[in-house]
């Protein structure tokens, strides 16, 4: 199973604050344990919002709208991809990461949906996303 692992933004991540380089090298040490351990498949830091845009959707029409915006508690400052055995992983991974922002901070964790969930998705679909995901995957290690 694959889960997002989600690190909500707060004040400083949106003012576009830096990590003090403690805090970089202890990320740096626990995506080293999910790399030795052979769970990561992503993970990245975001930009603030305000280098960011949304696109909202009414029928055929698109709005697009730069950030900031305004809602920090609702914004995503980074995130990791791991493939796991369970949401109990998942939580116990989650429970060693250091404290994203050293303050009150939360994480939020949800399991990443596959193409045998959609029940309603035909076997010729499925075998297409199969075939765009090896597609995909052949790309990446590439380089």
């Known amino acids: 199973?694959?889960?997002m692992v989600?690190?909500?933004a707060n004040e400083d991540t949106e003012a576009g604050t830096q990590p003090t380089a403690a805090e970089l090298e202890a990320m740096?040490?626990?995506n080293e344990e999910l790399v030795k351990a052979g769970v990561l498949?992503?993970?990245e830091g975001l930009h603030p919002s305000s280098k960011g845009a949304r696109v909202y959707f009414s029928g055929?029409?698109?709005t697009v709208v730069d950030g900031p915006f305004a809602e920090t508690k609702e914004l995503i400052a980074g995130f990791?991809?791991?493939e796991l055995k369970s949401l109990e992983e998942a939580v116990e991974w989650v429970k060693r990461v250091p404290n994203p922002t050293g303050d009150e901070s939360q994480i939020e964790i949800r399991q990443v949906f596959t193409?045998?969930?959609f029940v309603n998705a035909s076997d010729e679909?499925?075998?297409r996303e199969r075939e765009l995901r090896a597609q995909q995957e052949a790309r990446a290690a590439q380089g």
């Open 41 to 43: 498949l992503a993970g």
């Open 28 to 30: 740096g040490a626990f």
């Open 115 to 117: 193409e045998d969930d």
């Open 1 to 3: 199973m694959r889960f």
């Open 125 to 127: 679909l499925k075998d």
């Open 6 to 8: 989600i690190v909500k």
């Open 80 to 82: 990791w991809l791991l």
């Open 60 to 62: 055929d029409k698109r």
